[in-house]
């Protein structure tokens, strides 16, 4: 049995169904995002388990006991919020102290575990100053410490970056993780920031409109994605609407696309291929090997990324095609220069359309 | 960097400074004054408005009285407001334009009205011209101030977060009101106990009409004086004023802690 149980999970507020059918399994140890975009259940989800919300039907098993209904204060669950929710009233050491506190355990024991978790974020020059002399980083790091400290059987983050700067967004992340996998606490993350999710999560569930759509680590969602939700949702995607012309082959437009994916659909089925930009390659001359799904194009827009260029070509046919190119080592490419481009068909995912 | 402020601003402030402040300066000259009808200041000093004032014999029980009212009322005030619009902000968010109406009616309502109303309504023992029925009829009366400076503050703080922070950190209800709600709203609970404080204790229509006699307070004592001496009724009036001054100070300094704390919220945003 795994150690956080969730089993069809339902919720709905005022007639709107906020989470549908909602099962899942967290072993041990393990670090999950919850990842979709607004509204799509997984703060609800979150608070769910935290106790803040009651299911509608559905039980979630915490190592076992059945928590469903406990109330919050009871189930020994830490949370950490957006919006830091440090009690400004007290000081960082008095934050950090109150969990213990309300544990009632030993005065001795208390100074011990605030001094090891302000070590452990780093902080502990900051115990005496209050929350809003803090920057917002610091402070998210004091909210980690005051979860961390009541040693809870669940640490739940609810977005906690989202009001951060980009810079401090990857530190914190990265220090998230690390904290994470030191500790070996289960945890359940967050967000709506795809980057977020797959940089540091053992699982991702990805959600919309209240349903699960995948269950996978961050690799299985970017490269086969179940849906084209996910496949649109977490990176880009080229859209290729088709339709299968035989076993090995469909027509989109004037372009035939080939990739034996689309075997399991009969012919003249409608379907979408997706290819990731970076599985588009990109030429200025005519490949002289033969190759397949090779397309001619012009460039239309050039945008820097640093490590790569993003390349906005529209395709012969008209269609407009992404494709993330690598310009180091090569001729530049310029605006309205004719290009060939090509796309491997293992690297076509093909779904109904 | 700093204007400096233009004549007419100076004006403008310096009038309304005097405004507000002649009565009282008044009041403290005619308290000590022989007589003042027919010179510009008064024809000589005396505290004999003072001496008389003490003297009389209902002088430390109206005084006590009024205390009493004005103490108990605030205190049931507290117990009634802080929980309700702490409930309203977290969990009841519909009742809250209900609360917002309901809170201008006793402005709206005449203090004659209030009184005539409550005696006939409870007009049986044990309330029928209690000092109880009192008492709940001033927390009715200064309930707008309390409500407004508590449900104020909690505006300004993010309520509903705190107490799940709160409560995923293993406390309960008791804890999470204590401990992170009300030292974060402090200020208002303060700035509302103290107006209904200074309310109360100067109130006098609910007093008279709803006990008269039987609970006097110090206002009807001072009114009954402004027929006999106006130097009394003066004399009864710097006291009150002091009263209510003296009780101020002591609630803000038992609230000096809290006052702090919430400077360093309002830093904070």
């Given at each position: 049995?795994?150690?956080?149980?969730?089993?069809?999970?339902?919720?709905?507020?005022?007639?709107?169904?906020?989470?549908?059918?909602?099962?899942l399994?967290?072993?041990?140890?393990?670090?999950?995002s919850?990842?979709?975009?607004?509204?799509?259940?997984?703060?609800?989800?979150?608070?769910?388990?935290?106790g803040?919300?009651?299911?509608?039907?559905?039980?979630?098993?915490?190592?076992?006991?059945?928590?469903?209904?406990?109330?919050?204060?009871?189930?020994?669950?830490?949370?950490?919020?957006?919006?830091?929710?440090?009690?400004?009233?007290?000081?960082?050491?008095e934050n950090?102290?109150f969990?213990?506190?309300?544990?009632?355990?030993?005065k001795?024991?208390i100074e011990?575990?605030?001094?090891?978790?302000?070590?452990l974020?780093?902080?502990?020059?900051?115990?005496?100053?209050?929350?809003?002399?803090l920057s917002?980083?610091?402070?998210?790091?004091?909210?980690?410490?005051?979860?961390?400290?009541?040693?809870?059987?669940?640490?739940?983050l609810?977005?906690?970056?989202?009001?951060?700067?980009?810079?401090?967004r990857?530190?914190?992340?990265?220090?998230?993780?690390?904290?994470?996998?030191?500790?070996?606490i289960?945890?359940?993350?967050?967000?709506?920031?795809?980057?977020?999710?797959?940089?540091?999560?053992?699982?991702?569930?990805v959600?919309?409109?209240?349903?699960?759509?995948?269950?996978?680590?961050?690799?299985?969602?970017?490269?086969?994605?179940?849906?084209?939700?996910?496949?649109?949702?977490?990176?880009?995607?080229?859209?290729?609407?088709?339709v299968v012309?035989?076993?090995?082959?469909?027509?989109?437009?004037?372009?035939?696309?080939?990739?034996?994916?689309?075997?399991?659909?009969s012919?003249?089925?409608?379907?979408?291929?997706?290819?990731?930009?970076e599985?588009?390659?990109?030429?200025?001359?005519?490949?002289?090997?033969?190759?397949?799904?090779?397309?001619?194009g012009?460039?239309?827009t050039?945008?820097?990324?640093?490590?790569?260029?993003?390349l906005?070509?529209?395709?012969?046919?008209?269609k407009?095609?992404?494709?993330?190119v690598?310009?180091?080592?090569?001729?530049?490419?310029?605006?309205?220069?004719?290009?060939?481009?090509?796309?491997?068909?293992?690297?076509?995912?093909v779904?109904?359309? | 960097?700093?204007?400096k402020?233009s004549?007419?601003?100076?004006?403008i402030?310096g009038?309304?400074?005097l405004?507000?402040?002649?009565p009282?300066?008044?009041?403290?000259?005619?308290?000590?004054?022989v007589?003042?009808?027919?010179?510009?200041?008064?024809?000589?000093?005396?505290?004999?408005?003072?001496?008389?004032?003490?003297?009389?014999?209902?002088?430390?029980?109206?005084?006590?009285?009024?205390?009493?009212?004005?103490?108990?009322?605030?205190?049931?005030?507290l117990?009634?407001?802080?929980?309700?619009?702490?409930?309203?902000?977290?969990?009841?968010?519909?009742?809250k334009p209900?609360?917002?109406?309901?809170?201008i009616?006793?402005?709206?309502?005449?203090?004659?009205?209030?009184?005539?109303?409550?005696?006939?309504?409870?007009n049986?023992?044990?309330?029928?011209?209690?000092a109880m029925?009192?008492?709940?009829?001033?927390?009715?009366?200064?309930?707008?101030?309390?409500?407004?400076?508590v449900?104020?503050?909690?505006?300004?703080?993010?309520?509903?977060?705190?107490?799940?922070?709160?409560?995923?950190?293993?406390?309960?209800i008791r804890?999470?009101?204590?401990?992170?709600?009300?030292?974060n709203?402090?200020?208002?609970?303060?700035s509302?106990?103290?107006?209904?404080f200074?309310?109360?204790?100067a109130?006098?229509?609910l007093?008279?009409?709803?006990?008269?006699?039987?609970?006097?307070?110090?206002?009807?004592l001072l009114?009954?004086?402004?027929?006999?001496?106006?130097?009394?009724?003066?004399?009864?009036?710097?006291i009150?004023?002091?009263?209510?001054?003296i009780?101020?100070?002591?609630?803000l300094?038992?609230?000096?802690?809290?006052?702090?704390?919430?400077?360093?919220?309002?830093?904070?945003k």
């Amino acid at each position: 049995m795994a150690y956080l149980d969730l089993t069809n999970i339902c919720k709905t507020f005022n007639n709107v169904v906020a989470v549908k059918d909602f099962s899942l399994n967290i072993e041990k140890g393990q670090l999950v995002s919850f990842l979709g975009p607004s509204g799509c259940g997984k703060t609800t989800t979150l608070r769910m388990i935290a106790g803040f919300e009651l299911p509608d039907s559905g039980t979630i098993l915490l190592d076992g006991e059945d928590i469903s209904l406990v109330p919050p204060n009871k189930r020994g669950i830490g949370m950490v919020f957006q919006a830091y929710a440090l009690f400004p009233n007290m000081t960082i050491r008095e934050n950090v102290m109150f969990g213990l506190r309300m544990a009632r355990k030993p005065k001795p024991y208390i100074e011990k575990k605030v001094d090891e978790v302000l070590d452990l974020v780093r902080l502990s020059n900051t115990s005496k100053r209050y929350p809003h002399q803090l920057s917002g980083g610091q402070q998210q790091r004091i909210a980690l410490a005051r979860a961390l400290a009541i040693e809870p059987r669940v640490l739940l983050l609810d977005e906690p970056l989202s009001a951060l700067d980009a810079e401090v967004r990857v530190a914190l992340r990265g220090e998230i993780r690390r904290i994470q996998t030191t500790l070996g606490i289960t945890t359940v993350y967050v967000t709506h920031d795809q980057e977020e999710a797959l940089s540091i999560s053992d699982r991702v569930v990805v959600m919309n409109s209240g349903l699960i759509e995948q269950i996978g680590t961050a690799q299985e969602i970017y490269r086969n994605p179940d849906t084209r939700f996910v496949a649109t949702f977490i990176g880009t995607a080229n859209e290729f609407h088709s339709v299968v012309t035989n076993e090995n082959t469909m027509q989109c437009d004037n372009m035939t696309l080939t990739t034996d994916r689309v075997k399991s659909f009969s012919q003249g089925s409608r379907v979408v291929a997706l290819v990731r930009p970076e599985n588009v390659e990109v030429f200025d001359v005519k490949p002289s090997e033969t190759r397949l799904n090779l397309f001619e194009g012009v460039i239309e827009t050039l945008t820097f990324h640093g490590a790569i260029t993003r390349l906005g070509i529209i395709a012969s046919g008209g269609k407009h095609i992404t494709a993330d190119v690598n310009l180091t080592g090569r001729d530049m490419l310029a605006h309205h220069q004719m290009v060939w481009f090509s796309f491997r068909p293992e690297y076509c995912q093909v779904m109904p359309d | 960097m700093k204007q400096k402020p233009s004549v007419s601003q100076i004006l403008i402030v310096g009038f309304f400074i005097l405004y507000m402040i002649i009565p009282i300066v008044a009041t403290y000259v005619f308290s000590v004054a022989v007589r003042w009808d027919r010179t510009i200041l008064p024809e000589g000093y005396s505290l004999e408005g003072y001496t008389t004032a003490a003297k009389n014999p209902y002088f430390f029980s109206t005084l006590r009285n009024s205390l009493v009212l004005s103490l108990s009322t605030v205190l049931v005030s507290l117990i009634i407001v802080v929980p309700t619009v702490y409930w309203v902000h977290v969990r009841l968010q519909t009742a809250k334009p209900l609360l917002d109406l309901l809170m201008i009616l006793p402005f709206g309502i005449p203090g004659v009205v209030l009184a005539l109303a409550l005696v006939q309504v409870y007009n049986f023992h044990p309330l029928n011209r209690s000092a109880m029925l009192l008492i709940a009829a001033e927390v009715v009366f200064t309930m707008p101030f309390m409500y407004r400076s508590v449900s104020n503050s909690i505006n300004a703080v993010d309520i509903p977060t705190l107490t799940e922070a709160a409560q995923s950190l293993g406390a309960g209800i008791r804890n999470v009101l204590l401990e992170v709600i009300v030292p974060n709203i402090f200020p208002g609970i303060l700035s509302g106990s103290l107006l209904v404080f200074a309310t109360v204790f100067a109130e006098f229509t609910l007093a008279r009409l709803i006990v008269g006699a039987g609970f006097k307070t110090f206002p009807m004592l001072l009114v009954e004086f402004t027929r006999i001496d106006g130097t009394v009724a003066a004399a009864l009036s710097v006291i009150s004023f002091t009263v209510a001054w003296i009780a101020s100070l002591l609630i803000l300094w038992a609230g000096g802690k809290g006052v702090r704390s919430t400077q360093e919220v309002v830093k904070a945003k």
